[in-house]
T-cell receptor, first 112, second 118 residues
Framework: QKEVEQDPGPLSVPEGAIVSLNCTYS??????FMWYRQYSRKGPELLMY????GNKEDGRFTAQVDKSSKYISLFIRDSQPSDSATYLC????????????FGTGTRLQVFP | GAGVSQTPSNKVTEKGKYVELRCDPI?????LYWYRQSLGQGPEFLIY????????DSGLPNDRFFAVRPEGSVSTLKIQRTERGDSAVYLC????????????????FGPGTRLTVL
């Protein structure tokens, strides 16, 4: 079993829809939870990060972490065609363990 | 400012050959990471440098893989006796030094080198 599980999709939604992306994990040492976005043939770019449990909002994006369930989510409101990309969840153990453990990535397509 | 750059962008080689992949991190970033991304998968950690030294090389798959960062800036990932299974995109990322608990030291990724072993 992988440390981080993520549904690879693809997920196809109409413009304006609310998108929900999720990951589960098994390592309780993870403290930092990130969402990266990756366009085709590009490197991943950071969207948001959360330290420990809780919610964080940035514009149309909301990240949630539930450490008790080992479950994290990313919500995208009012999705746009430009949001079409692969979304990768990533986690790390923190201070002296900065390596990122990624999920498989979920491919999202938002159609006009 | 300039981001992380990687060269070459594409590399095609034959099974058994030796390859070198280069990473130029963002100026001032002391931490440098190498990841490998196979088709349809997320990036997989290979090695992490803090300055010139490898702080964590637990992700290197075997002794055919080696990486250096002699002056604490540019890094080179070296693969000996390449195999078809080494075909992947090799990503490099860099970040500032750890700022303490609660702060994620954002890893900035380069565009990757696409390695194809025939």
């Amino acid at each position: 079993q992988k440390e981080v599980e993520q549904d690879p999709g693809p997920l196809s939604v109409p413009e304006g829809a609310i998108v929900s992306l999720n990951c589960t994990y098994s390592n309780s040492a993870f403290q930092y939870f990130m969402w990266y976005r990756q366009y085709s043939r590009k490197g991943p770019e950071l969207l948001m990060y959360t330290y420990s449990s809780g919610n964080k909002e940035d514009g149309r994006f909301t990240a949630q972490v539930d450490k008790s369930s080992k479950y994290i989510s990313l919500f995208i409101r009012d999705s746009q065609p430009s949001d079409s990309a692969t979304y990768l969840c990533a986690m790390s153990g923190g201070l002296n363990t900065d390596k990122l453990i990624f999920g498989t990535g979920t491919r999202l397509q938002v159609f006009p | 400012g300039a981001g992380v750059s990687q060269t070459p962008s594409n590399k095609v080689t034959e099974k058994g050959k030796y390859v070198e992949l280069r990473c130029d991190p963002i100026s001032g970033h002391t931490a440098l990471y190498w990841y490998r991304q196979s088709l349809g998968q997320g990036p997989e950690f290979l090695i992490y440098f803090q300055g010139t030294g490898a702080a964590d090389d637990s992700g290197l798959p075997n002794d055919r893989f080696f990486a250096v960062r002699p002056e604490g800036s540019v890094s080179t990932l070296k693969i000996q006796r390449t195999e078809r299974g080494d075909s992947a995109v090799y990503l490099c990322a860099s970040s500032f030094e750890n700022r303490g608990t609660g702060f994620y030291n954002e890893q900035f990724f380069g565009p990757g080198t696409r390695l194809t072993v025939l």
